[in-house]
């Protein structure tokens, strides 16, 4: 194991009617001016959206609403966010729905309080602001990404066509009810929950020692993952799959499974900057390029697929795994090509060129990339 330090800072407040059983207590801790931050409006059509005004109400909360939150946050959004909490002296961020929600209001909550420009501090100087953000607080409706586990955020600039990772306030508290999940799309649920399955992949194929508890969880985490999407196949409407997904979300971007190692997430890194250019949907771009990037790299770790594969889908062998997890993501009806993605510009050999060259290369994976090898998967995934 490498050195650590582990400190968790979000209270969870886990299951059926956990906003009105805790929420009314947590907010007492805070100022009166809340920013009420949420997307397109479907929080309004389920309940969700009465229900917690209606708390926030009654806790005397003065309401400040920011909507149309985009599924890609743009560093646009967040710049709209950060002006209107200074203007109104906002004491809270409570942010309402799925990943990018809650990742655009962590970079809104540092760049509230301080006249820095963040994207540039940060993805241009390499430095981290010192200035204590806006405490924050995340009711997710839609699970997969685990945004509300953690201090970091995936934010898109698209004026220098970058999506990519930035860190500032992890929530203070969560509310996971996944009962406000149930209203949600079908493949919206399938594609979230196959981030969560890529999110503890690319966890496990990080550099490591051997037979470390992260590898043992991570594998835990991806068995049951699968198991309750096949649940949702059956029954798209299944709480107790809902209620698992929504905690094997959680516990694949906690840190548990980064503690004392190095990890992979160059899938993840190639889908970024595919998003960055195409706006295409982030469960559903890593359920394209997963199977073509472990077949790139499947005899640089072949002890560590054959385990997977046989943890998780019940088969014998590095390259069984890898066809494994292909034939689940068929099974699961999520795209399976570039062309089925859904995305603002076409996808040509020529736009994946741009995205492969702009793609971040790590080193913590089995094998580092070249910007060529990833143009050559872009391209096996056309």
Known sequence: MENFVY???????????????????????????????????????????EEITGILKEAGKNITEFTGIMPNPTWAKVQE???????????????????????????????????????????VRHKISSRAPIPLGAVVTASGTGAEMNGGAVITNEDAKIKGGMFAAAPRFAILDPEYTMSLPRMQVLSGAFDTLSHAMETYFGRSDRDNVSDQVALAIMHSTVVNMRTLLRDIQDYTARSNLMWTSAMAENGILKVGRVTDFEC??????????????????????HPAYYRHIVKDAPEKFARLGQV???????????????????????????????????????????????????????????????????????
């Open 81 to 123: 966010g950060a002006n209107l909490a200074r203007e109104r002296k906002i004491d809270l961020v409570l942010a309402v729905g799925g990943g990018s929600v809650v990742d655009c209001c962590k970079i809104v909550c540092a760049q509230a309080v301080t006249g820095e420009d963040l994207w540039d501090l940060e993805m």
């Open 7 to 49: 400190e968790y800072p979000t209270k969870v407040c886990f299951g059926r009617g956990a906003a009105k059983a805790n929420l009314p207590g947590i907010l007492s801790a805070y100022g009166p001016n809340v920013l009420l931050a949420y997307g397109g409006g479907s929080i309004k059509k389920n309940g969700v959206y």
């Open 312 to 382: 998780v889908f019940g088969t014998e062998g590095a390259q069984a795994a890898v066809d494994a997890l292909a034939a689940f993501i068929k099974e699961c009806g999520l795209p399976t090509r570039l062309t089925e993605l859904r995305s603002r510009t076409e996808i040509t050999p020529e736009l994946l060129r741009q995205v492969a060259d702009s793609v971040n290369l790590l080193q913590g994976g089995p094998r580092q990339l070249t910007h060529d090898e990833v143009y050559e998967i872009f391209m096996e995934c056309m």
């Open 268 to 289: 993840h890194q190639m889908e970024h900057q595919l998003g960055a250019y195409t706006d295409c949907n982030h469960g559903q771009g890593l359920a394209v390029l």
